[in-house]
């Protein structure tokens, strides 16, 4: 009985489809208005930094309450694009990255996204280009060249999703009656874009006698772009060098140009001579946070 009335509903529905339609969606509404129908989507957003890219203190300290227009458009995109630098909104500033920056558009007048869905609330459209880093590219110019690179050099698979939106597992994009009985459960993926931070066994660390001391080589072994990256922010690395003849601190940044690039080993001179033990700690700075976070820490007997 349940099915024939669910049914019943659907047929009703898709004969009336103009009654459903909510024609203020089709205006570029705050992203507070697609969470009466999107509501675990917007739970995660509400706590990513693509919902404080405008309104946090350091992005307003960086611009100086916003009189430097160079990064304005990225942090209050109107419409994201695959790698296109987006133009600033008009309006609802204060929502930064939003949900119809990246899925509405102007030129079809319709929400896209990965899936093919019928919507009555609003037109919908299928667009594989969510799932490729291509679409990131616009605003994260430098850290997509980065993994260009890593994918040309080293065949990388993994795309920025994969990575900063993971899977999680089949489930309903809808969570209002009775459109979310309109969609089967698909592959769902986080929309709070969590950073992806290094762990330990992403970076291999070596130490090898040389002529003049010791030689410590670090390579980024498992995240495909640079160590730390960024297109604007200061994250930095910190590789601290401790024995009984001293302690040596590298600071690795983008701004630096001297940041851990996919692969590829960099080396540190230690001019010590004689030693018994050498540790290295390597720390991060994410460019939002003060303190400092251990990465990884590996003491080597010296011979």
């Not at 050099?153 to 489930?171: A, I, L, R, W, Y």
């Not at 994250?235 to 600071?251: A, F, H, N, T």
Request: net charge positive.
């Amino acid at each position: 009985m349940g099915a024939v009335l669910i049914f019943l509903l659907f047929i009703f529905t898709f004969s009336c489809s103009d009654i459903f339609v909510e024609k203020d969606l089709l205006q570029r509404p705050n992203a507070q208005r697609c969470s009466d129908c999107h509501a675990e989507i917007f739970k995660e957003w509400e706590k990513s930094r693509h919902a404080m890219a405008w309104k946090s203190e350091e992005f307003k300290l960086q611009t100086e309450n916003y009189t430097k227009s160079k990064c304005l458009s990225c942090h209050a995109p109107h419409q994201v694009d695959p790698q296109v630098k987006p133009v600033l909104a008009k309006k609802f500033l204060e929502d930064g990255i939003g949900c119809v920056a990246c899925h509405f558009k102007d030129e079809t007048k319709a929400m896209h996204g990965p899936h093919k869905v019928w919507s009555p609330p609003h037109p919908s459209k299928e667009d594989l280009a969510y799932v490729k880093s291509e679409f990131c590219a616009g605003c994260h110019q430098e850290t997509y060249k980065e993994w260009k690179q890593a994918k040309m050099t080293f065949s990388v698979e993994k795309s920025c999703q994969d990575c900063h939106m993971p899977n999680m597992g089949e489930k309903r994009i809808v969570q209002k009656f009775p459109f979310e009985y309109f969609h089967s459960k698909k592959p769902r993926h986080d929309h709070s874009f969590p950073t992806g931070m290094a762990k330990a066994e992403d970076i291999k660390i070596d130490l090898q006698k040389g002529q003049n001391g010791y030689i410590l080589t670090l390579v980024n072994t498992g995240v495909p772009h640079n160590l730390p990256t960024a297109d604007q922010g200061e994250p930095k690395l910190y590789i601290v060098v401790e024995s009984d003849q001293g302690r040596i601190v590298k600071v690795l940044s983008p701004q630096a140009k001297n940041a851990l690039v996919y692969n590829e080993p960099v080396q540190i001179e230690l001019p010590w001579q004689k030693v018994e033990q050498i540790k290295v700690d390597i720390m991060r700075k994410l460019s939002w946070k003060k303190e400092r976070e251990l990465i990884k820490s590996q003491t080597f007997v010296a011979n």
